[in-house]
């Protein structure tokens, strides 16, 4: 195996176990059940558009695969701010359930 494997594989295990904590984490870290519930949902939509995004990545070809750049760097940003600001909304809000 050459450096690049390795750098590969190791990036990639870092980079899902990063993501499974932050998710983890993000989950356990909100008071209300409705808050915990939007937070399962919109952990669940964030890993399947990464996920289609990354598969995008690798299958279309180099001059092309760049533009997938355009919309994820400007829709992450704003899902991120979406989610904080609905997440507040949902913490001050009393848990009827």
């Not at 594989?9 to 993501?19: C, D, H, R, V, Y």
């Not at 409705?34 to 937070?39: D, S």
Request: aromatic share 12%; hydrophobic share 45%.
């Amino acid at each position: 195996m050459d450096g690049g494997t390795i750098g590969a594989i190791t990036g990639t295990i870092i980079g899902i176990g990063g993501g499974i904590i932050g998710t983890y984490c993000s989950i356990v870290n909100t008071s209300t059940v409705a808050a915990r519930r939007f937070m399962i949902r919109m952990s669940i939509y964030c890993w399947l558009v990464i996920i289609i995004f990354l598969v995008l990545l690798s299958q279309i070809s180099s001059p092309h695969r760049y533009w997938l750049w355009v919309p994820y760097g400007i829709g992450l940003p704003l899902f991120i701010r979406y989610v904080n600001t609905h997440l507040a909304q949902l913490e001050k809000k009393p848990d009827n359930t």
